[in-house]
């Protein structure tokens, strides 16, 4: 099974979803512990879109990320690496447009989105510097992006737990419910190498964007990251 390396060359990240694709939804349910749905309306909230914005949901994936903004009546634009996973989300979601494109290289014109943002999707890119430089040149100026990642617990000692649930529970479980459990072993590996939400505030406010503030989710297991574009 094709699995990505913490270098996340963009083939081997676009082969690793193309092959959980399938699967992908119902085992984020289960790992999460339904704890995602709670994380998207956190997420639609701190982007403050209103109906008839035009939003951009990068790293969409199977279009999960998008179905509540486009559910509130936001014209929402899912792009994604994989072919895979674009594959499912035009099946479940035949109503959304979705984009083939690389968060390095993005497929749209400069301030072309009141808003943009991305799930659980920064994370595994090769270049975040470069991936947040180019939300920031298809936003339009005073349009807002908030970025939903993996972050670092606040309690120090739940943090120790988090630590080793990711560490011994999540490859078992995955192998229960995923035929990808390599996936799963990236997925602990790529959050333990992730910055803390104050080093990502920072590298969001030097590739440009203004008025940066973040909101830890679940005691800081997902953490909100909100900037406007000067
Ligand atoms: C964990 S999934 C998140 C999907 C969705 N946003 C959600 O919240 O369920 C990460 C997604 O990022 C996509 N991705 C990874 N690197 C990318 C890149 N360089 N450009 C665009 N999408 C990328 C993957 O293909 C995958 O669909």
């Given at each position: 099974?094709?699995?990505?390396?913490?270098?996340?060359?963009?083939?081997?990240?676009?082969?690793?979803?193309?092959?959980?694709?399938?699967?992908?939804?119902?085992?984020?349910?289960?790992?999460?512990?339904?704890?995602?749905?709670?994380?998207?309306?956190?997420t639609?909230?701190a982007l403050?879109?209103?109906?008839?914005?035009?939003?951009?949901?990068?790293?969409?994936?199977?279009?999960?990320?998008?179905?509540?903004?486009?559910?509130?009546?936001?014209?929402?634009?899912?792009?994604?690496?994989?072919?895979?996973?674009?594959?499912?989300?035009?099946?479940?979601?035949?109503?959304?447009?979705?984009?083939?494109?690389?968060?390095?290289?993005?497929?749209?014109?400069?301030?072309?989105?009141?808003a943009?943002t991305m799930?659980?999707?920064?994370?595994?890119?090769?270049?975040?510097?470069?991936?947040?430089?180019?939300?920031?040149?298809?936003?339009?100026?005073?349009?807002r992006m908030v970025v939903c990642?993996?972050?670092?617990?606040?309690?120090?000692?739940?943090?120790?737990?988090?630590?080793?649930?990711?560490?011994?529970?999540?490859?078992?479980?995955?192998?229960?419910?995923?035929?990808?459990?390599?996936?799963?072993?990236?997925?602990?590996?790529?959050?333990?190498?992730?910055?803390?939400?104050?080093?990502?505030?920072?590298?969001?406010?030097?590739?440009?964007?203004?008025?940066?503030?973040?909101?830890?989710?679940?005691?800081?297991?997902?953490?909100l990251h909100r900037?406007?574009?000067?």
């Amino acid at each position: 099974m094709p699995r990505a390396a913490l270098d996340k060359d963009p083939r081997d990240v676009a082969a690793m979803f193309d092959a959980v694709a399938h699967r992908y939804d119902l085992t984020n349910d289960v790992i999460s512990l339904g704890q995602d749905r709670a994380w998207r309306r956190a997420t639609l909230a701190a982007l403050g879109a209103e109906r008839g914005e035009t939003v951009l949901d990068l790293a969409a994936g199977t279009g999960t990320s998008s179905e509540p903004l486009a559910d509130a009546g936001v014209h929402v634009v899912p792009c994604d690496l994989s072919t895979g996973m674009l594959r499912v989300g035009r099946r479940r979601r035949p109503d959304l447009p979705f984009v083939a494109g690389d968060a390095l290289h993005l497929p749209f014109a400069d301030e072309s989105f009141d808003a943009v943002t991305m799930s659980f999707g920064l994370r595994n890119v090769s270049d975040v510097d470069a991936a947040l430089r180019e939300l920031l040149r298809v936003t339009r100026p005073g349009g807002r992006m908030v970025v939903c990642e993996f972050s670092r617990p606040t309690f120090a000692p739940f943090r120790t737990v988090y630590t080793n649930y990711l560490m011994r529970a999540l490859p078992p479980v995955a192998r229960a419910v995923s035929k990808e459990p390599d996936a799963y072993v990236y997925l602990a590996e790529s959050i333990r190498s992730w910055p803390d939400q104050r080093e990502l505030g920072l590298l969001v406010r030097d590739a440009g964007w203004d008025k940066v503030a973040f909101r830890n989710l679940s005691g800081g297991i997902v953490a909100l990251h909100r900037a406007t574009r000067p």
